[in-house]
């Protein structure tokens, strides 16, 4: 046995000793699978994709329901693989995503997805008859104007009831991902750190990356964790958790109320902990978000290679696996793929 997520997750998932598990030269293993479903969204968040001019996949290239099953269950039972996340674009605008919720829910997985929210109310209630154990919604915003400049959307209200709708569907924990921006949503803080509190949901702020589809990213518009925890000390005092696995620096309310987390993946990048890898619409695998490299199982699958040609193609994505990505140094390159198309 490698462990048992029950405790972590509230979960029975339980992971068998991998065949070919897949560690890469700085002896990280990888057991985390991201696959997006689709590149397209109903959002366009001003920090992600620009209003016009996303070249959209054609439909051909998108891996198909069977496809998708066939990798992951290879991950799972030959490598190890023990949590998988669906996630896009936006991932409830793939037709019948619960179908392929169903295959995957019949792996020994810890089974979520994340999700701009804006149709989870219609939605919930079949992913999780269909087996989706936990979500994460995106909200960077409480305030509906500022809402819609954001996501260049007028959906709040609609983001909100899906929040509410996936904690009345059993989805738990059910967690809020904002991206904060210096002075656009960076007043907001506090604001959001009270919302969580009060909803009972586990609010995660995460800093901006330089992935967004337009190139407008620069380093003054990254409001760092030492300020998001400063502002939200003042007026809640907090304690460090253990970080474990997951990219989030986890942090306890003293009074009680729940929890809070921060990604800090600019100012301190998780690197040397990561164990995922990543599965983009179209089939490609990447070792990092921020990877130069994709490494083509589509093409393995569709020309009718067998498990060991995709387990070589796997291991060849790994073991290319760089330590870290180099956001904060001169010789960092933006990969050539936005977060969007590649699955956040
Ligand atoms: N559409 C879904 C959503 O928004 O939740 C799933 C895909 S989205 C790419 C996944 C996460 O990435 C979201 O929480 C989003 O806010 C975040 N994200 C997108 N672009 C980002 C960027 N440049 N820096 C940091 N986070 C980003
Ligand atoms: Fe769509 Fe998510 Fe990107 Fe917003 S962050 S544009 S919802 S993929």
Same mark, same amino acid.
């Given at each position: ?107 020994? /997985? ?43 959307? =007028? ?18 924990? /059910? ?11 960076? =007043? ?34 990254? /409001? ?121």
């Amino acid at each position: 046995m490698i462990g048992s997520l029950g405790s972590l997750m509230g979960a029975t998932t339980t992971t068998t000793e991998a065949a070919r598990p897949l560690v890469d030269s700085f002896g990280r293993v990888h057991r985390d699978l991201r696959i997006s479903v689709t590149d397209r969204c109903n959002f366009r968040c001003t920090y992600c994709m620009p209003v016009e001019g996303m070249t959209w996949l054609p439909r051909e290239e998108v891996l198909t329901f069977e496809e998708v099953e066939r990798i992951a269950r290879l991950l799972v039972e030959r490598h190890g693989v023990n949590s998988i996340r669906l996630t896009g674009g936006e991932p409830t605008v793939r037709a019948h995503l619960p179908v392929l919720v169903g295959k995957l829910a019949a792996l020994p /997985v810890d089974l979520s997805l994340t999700t701009n929210g804006a149709t989870l109310a219609a939605v919930a209630p079949d992913l999780a008859a269909a087996g989706l154990r936990r979500v994460n919604v995106s909200l960077d915003s409480l305030r509906p104007e500022r809402f819609e400049e954001l996501t260049r959307r =007028d959906e709040l209200s609609n983001v909100l009831a899906g929040i509410e709708a996936a904690v009345a569907a059993g989805l738990s924990p /059910v967690k809020v991902n904002v991206v904060v921006l210096r002075e656009v949503n960076d =007043d907001e803080i506090v604001d959001l750190a009270r919302y969580g509190r009060d909803r009972g949901v586990t609010i995660r702020f995460i800093e901006f990356m330089p992935l967004d589809g337009g190139g407008a990213w620069r380093p003054d518009q990254v /409001v760092t964790q030492a300020e998001i925890l400063g502002r939200i000390e003042a007026a809640f005092p907090l304690e460090p958790l253990a970080r474990g696995h997951a990219p989030a620096e986890r942090f306890r309310y003293l009074d009680g109320a729940g929890e809070v987390g921060v990604i800090p993946s600019v100012t301190r990048p998780f690197c040397d902990q990561c164990d995922r890898i990543r599965l983009t619409a179209d089939g490609q695998l990447r070792s990092c978000l921020f990877s130069l490299d994709d490494h083509d199982l589509r093409t393995v699958v569709r020309s009718g290679g067998s498990d060991d040609d995709l387990s070589d193609a796997i291991e060849a994505c790994v073991g290319s696996k760089w330590a870290g990505h180099a956001i904060n140094q001169v010789q960092f390159v933006r990969p050539r793929r936005s977060m969007s198309q590649i699955g956040g």
